[in-house]
């Protein structure tokens, strides 16, 4: 069974950093990735990383602020953001999957509860 747990949200000011952190338990997963929802709006990818971290995919509205890495060892997957804005307010989520990277919801079978981050003005 692959649990998914994570940590790290909160409340910052725009431009601001927070480092949120998702533990999977079980066996490795190849993909990790972090996908965010906002009120109103449909969840959306953010950052995905293979099992090699190798390779990783950011979306267009994040590359340059947060960076997506793993640590294999702990099975436990970040997200670093950095100059925050207070678009990116939203409950962000892990995913898992044993297939490869995707920017699609569909395709990761496990999922974490969600975590909020909240970016004022």
Same mark, same amino acid.
């Given at each position: 069974?692959?649990?998914?747990?994570?940590? =790290? +949200? +909160?409340? /910052?000011?725009? =431009?601001?950093?927070?480092?949120?952190?998702?533990?999977?338990? +079980? @066996? #490795?997963? $190849?993909?990790?990735?972090?996908?965010? &929802? *906002?009120? +109103?709006?449909? @969840?959306?990818? /953010?950052?995905? !990383?293979?099992?090699?971290?190798?390779?990783?995919?950011?979306?267009?509205?994040?590359? =340059? @602020?947060?960076? !997506?890495?793993? %640590?294999? *060892?702990?099975? #436990?997957?970040?997200? &670093?953001?950095?100059?925050?804005? /207070?678009? %990116? #307010?939203?409950?962000? $989520?892990?995913?898992?999957?044993?297939?490869?990277?995707?920017?699609?919801?569909? @395709? $990761?079978? $496990?999922? =974490? &509860?969600? #975590?909020?981050?909240?970016?004022?003005?």
């Amino acid at each position: 069974q692959v649990q998914v747990v994570e940590s =790290g +949200g +909160g409340l /910052v000011q725009a =431009g601001g950093s927070l480092k949120l952190s998702c533990a999977a338990s +079980g @066996r #490795t997963l $190849y993909t990790l990735g972090w996908f965010r &929802q *906002a009120p +109103g709006k449909e @969840r959306e990818f /953010v950052a995905a !990383i293979r099992k090699s971290a190798d390779n990783t995919e950011h979306a267009d509205s994040v590359k =340059g @602020r947060f960076t !997506i890495s793993r %640590d294999n *060892a702990k099975n #436990t997957v970040y997200l &670093q953001m950095n100059s925050l804005k /207070v678009e %990116d #307010t939203a409950v962000y $989520y892990c995913a898992a999957t044993f297939l490869e990277m995707s920017r699609t919801p569909d @395709r $990761y079978a $496990y999922w =974490g &509860q969600g #975590t909020q981050v909240t970016v004022s003005s």
